[in-house]
């Protein structure tokens, strides 16, 4: 499955998998929910401030810290963010951003 969110067209909100059944319905109004990828979202490709919400955890995003450096690293919840072998607290980092799906390349295509 490719990442993305779950989204029910009824209710017009996107889900958390908590609130979508085994067999893919709403668990508010019960109709079948549907996987949006990840460019539908629309907080894609924008920056998201850290006071405003926080990536799940040990996933990877774009980070741009408050001394205006760019990396690439992992949110990893209470011990902060972790990108190379550097750890860093929510105070320094300023926004952040997910991360595009790969493409549809295989290695040998190259
Ligand atoms: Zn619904």
């Known amino acids: 499955m490719t990442r993305g969110y779950w989204y029910c067209l009824y ?10 059944t085994n067999d893919e319905c709403c668990v508010e109004c019960g109709h ?3 996987w949006n990828s990840l460019e539908q979202h ?8 850290v006071n405003d ?13 408050k001394t205006k450096e760019y990396f690439i690293g992992e949110y990893k919840g209470a011990y902060g963010w972790r990108f190379d ?6 105070r320094e980092v300023l926004c952040w ?5 790969p493409p549809e390349v295989e290695p040998d295509d190259v």
């Open 11 to 20: 209710c017009e909100i996107e889900l958390m998998p908590q609130h979508v």
């Open 32 to 34: 079948p929910v549907q």
């Open 42 to 49: 629309p907080k894609y490709g924008k920056w998201i401030k």
């Open 53 to 65: 919400e926080l990536p799940i955890r040990d996933e990877y995003v774009l980070i741009l810290m």
């Open 85 to 90: 072998d550097f750890t860093c607290n929510d």
């Open 97 to 101: 951003m997910p991360l595009p799906e």
